[in-house]
């Protein structure tokens, strides 16, 4: 496995040491922290959906999580005690399976069919922490004028 070392990068910048911490994750997953598969799609403009392949699991043996910024996906299979198998090639581990969101993000709503689980996901911006536009006050003084304070002088008439 490579690694990067980035902690140089951390003196020149400010507010990005989550960031950082997501990359470093990201090269320490290994492919077995890639299954099930599944796919993060875009389906609008702040409207996001994960597609994750969960044949053989039910809606109850999954979980869905959503803490702060963080979605948690777990499965665990209920294997019937009085089943038993001559062969058994469908997989049916359990699984956990985590993403990291973006701020402002939450699941709007989920569903299992064919096997595919769906997870929708919307990005709402409270007002207050979108960007606005501030307009610009003060003196209509022109380009290039010298805007130091000036002494004023003040005289008095001689006394004869």
């Known amino acids: 496995m490579k690694f990067t070392n980035v902690s140089p990068l951390y003196s020149m910048t400010v507010g990005f040491d989550r960031l950082f911490d997501l990359l470093a994750q990201a090269e320490r997953t290994e492919a077995a922290a890639s299954w099930p598969p599944y796919d993060i799609e875009r389906s609008g403009d702040d409207r996001y959906r994960i597609t994750m392949a969960v044949a053989g699991f039910s809606a ?30 469908i997989a049916g581990r359990s699984f956990r399976q985590s993403f990291n969101l973006a701020d402002h993000v939450r699941v709007t709503g989920a569903s299992l069919e064919n096997g595919l689980l769906t997870v929708d996901l919307v990005r709402e911006v409270p007002e207050a922490l979108k960007p606005r536009r501030i307009a610009i006050g003060g003196s209509t003084a022109m380009s290039g004028q010298d805007n130091a304070p000036t002494a004023q002088i003040e005289r008095h008439p001689r006394a004869a």
């Open 60 to 89: 109850d043996e999954i979980e869905l999580i959503q803490h702060d910024a963080q979605l948690v996906v777990t499965g665990q299979r209920k294997d019937a005690e009085d089943r038993q198998f001559l062969h058994r090639g």
